[in-house]
């Protein structure tokens, strides 16, 4: 089953409003209203059952659908009750078990189903006027479990598939702004929030089980989503303007994984003492930025002779691309960190059992940026097919930097930087490529006394460490005791030098 990533988000769009849920007067009619105009901004269609009684408006047999390209996505949720608390505020009260049903049907296959939300009664209240609404929703315990899920028509019983998921101590506020286009932002809180998935194949024994949790979870996030003909259309929305930008934090973290594939099996746990996450996305381009602190990760299984545990101080990744075609330069990033990664000295004394190397934790740090055209969107499936079926060329490469390179391993240590741009009106002098002009710096440290202990361990042989020591020698020249630097150069004549000798 293969459903658009963008658009799976919008089929749990009203969980948005139970997750969460200025002072003016608000009828129970004006928050269910902009309900199904938020829904309908999203690309459902909106049917339901009203009943007013006094001060309380009732509604009741929600269907929401969405039909997209033939993949067609479903919602039906239960009753839920809008009072009118008369001072100008409305209470949103679902029922302690608050089913939710869900109906999605791609490449010609089917899932339904049904997600039970349940908390302890405390109801939504909303605040404000029809041009701000303001959502405010704490729960001491929320959850969501799976409650029955169907294939392609048959029936997945419940020790086959399962699925739950319990926050505690729930905190929630969401201002939606509604104008020419709607923006919300949103915080939550929670102190703890544990998971857990597991499958089962029903004609063998191959099984897998999830669990994790995480505490002190925090997010602060904003979103625009601008009108447009079809909400549908990811490619219009991005060129409307749709914007998001959200803030993750947590505190610490653990997850567990068990699988049983036949006669093997694999078991891999994970925890870390706390991280952060950013994620943008707009037109100006997709961002993602990750770190997780003191993070350790233990594997075993069928396939691995003996239990491996691993640990680092510091994991971190970080991308930055365009998304949308631009005759002008994009900013593109990739980065990557990985501080004081330690293996377990079992693992050392397979490759030293007499402790020539030094077993100190490495480190690898990667710090790219550039700019770049685009000459797509991203977003758009017709050019995106166009391009892998070779009838658009992807874009342009106008500059590279290399901000930092640290390798730092058994004792030797490689650091670097450097600048290129890139004359994509020449693609001749370097095989197709465009023609870089720029230089990058390497300093290398305690590379010969890393080899002449590879070879003193057998690892390496004399004549393998001939061969890499005169490359060295080739590209790099002496600055002190184990001390090499390189200089590599390519000038405006296409000419590539390292350390002032010419190589092309």
Do not use: C
Not at 45 to 55: F, H, I, L, M, R
Not at 136 to 157: C, N, Q, R
Not at 333 to 358: C, H, K, N, Q, Y
């Amino acid at each position: 089953m293969s459903v658009s990533p963008l658009r799976a988000l919008g089929l749990f769009a009203p969980v948005v409003f139970i997750a969460q849920a200025a002072q003016a007067d608000l009828s129970a009619q004006d928050v269910w209203s902009d309900w199904k105009d938020y829904m309908g901004s999203t690309g459902y269609a909106v049917t339901a059952s009203e009943a007013q009684s006094g001060k309380t408006l009732t509604v009741s047999d929600i269907q929401m659908t969405m039909n997209v390209e033939g993949e067609t996505m479903a919602l039906g949720l239960g009753a839920i009750d809008f009072v009118e608390n008369g001072d100008g505020t409305v209470n949103v009260v679902l029922p302690a078990a608050f089913p939710m049903e869900f109906d999605i049907t791609a490449d010609g296959e089917s899932m339904k189903g049904k997600l039970i939300y349940r908390h302890d009664g405390t109801p939504m209240v909303v605040s404000g006027d029809m041009s701000k609404m303001t959502y405010d929703y704490k729960a001491a315990t929320a959850s969501f479990s799976l409650d029955g899920l169907e294939i392609d028509g048959a029936s997945v019983p419940a020790d086959v598939a399962a699925f739950t998921m319990t926050l505690t101590d729930l905190a929630n506020t969401t201002v939606m702004e509604i104008g020419e286009q709607r923006a919300y932002s949103q915080t939550l809180t929670t102190s703890g929030l544990d998971y857990t998935f597991m499958f089962k194949d029903p004609e063998s024994d191959d099984s897998g089980t999830f669990t994790g949790a995480l505490t002190d979870l925090n997010f602060d996030g904003t979103m625009v989503v601008p009108t447009v003909e079809d909400p549908t259309d990811i490619a219009a929305l991005m060129k409307a303007g749709l914007a998001y930008d959200a803030d993750i934090t947590f505190g610490g973290g653990n997850t567990s994984i068990n699988g049983v594939d036949g006669s093997d099996n694999f078991a891999l746990q994970t925890t870390s003492q706390g991280g952060k996450a950013n994620i943008q996305v707009s037109p100006a381009g997709f961002g993602y930025d990750f770190t997780q602190t003191d993070a350790t990760v233990n594997v075993m299984g069928s396939q691995i002779p003996f239990p491996i545990a691993l640990s680092m101080a510091e994991l971190g990744m970080n991308m930055t691309m365009p998304l949308m075609k631009s005759e002008e330069e994009q900013d593109f990033a990739l980065g990557l960190a990985l501080r004081d990664f330690s293996v377990p000295e079992m693992l050392w004394g397979l490759i030293d059992p007499t402790g020539e190397l030094p077993h100190d934790p490495a480190t690898l740090v990667l710090d790219l940026t550039g700019k770049g055209k685009l000459a797509f969107d991203l977003t758009d499936e017709a050019q995106v097919a166009a391009l892998d079926a070779g009838e658009a060329a992807p874009g342009e490469l106008n500059a590279l930097n290399l901000n930092e390179l640290l390798l730092s391993v058994a004792g030797a240590e490689l650091t670097g930087s450097g600048a290129f741009t890139f004359d994509n009106s020449d693609l001749e002098s370097f095989d197709g490529m465009p023609a870089p002009e720029g230089e990058a710096n390497l300093k290398l440290v305690g590379a010969n006394g890393l080899i002449d202990k590879l070879i003193g361990m057998g690892l390496i042989s004399e004549d393998d460490a001939m061969g890499a020591r005169m490359m060295m020698g080739m590209f790099t020249v002496s600055a002190g005791d184990d001390v090499v630097t390189s200089k590599i150069e390519v000038n405006e004549e296409g000419h590539v030098l390292a350390n002032g000798q010419r190589l092309k």
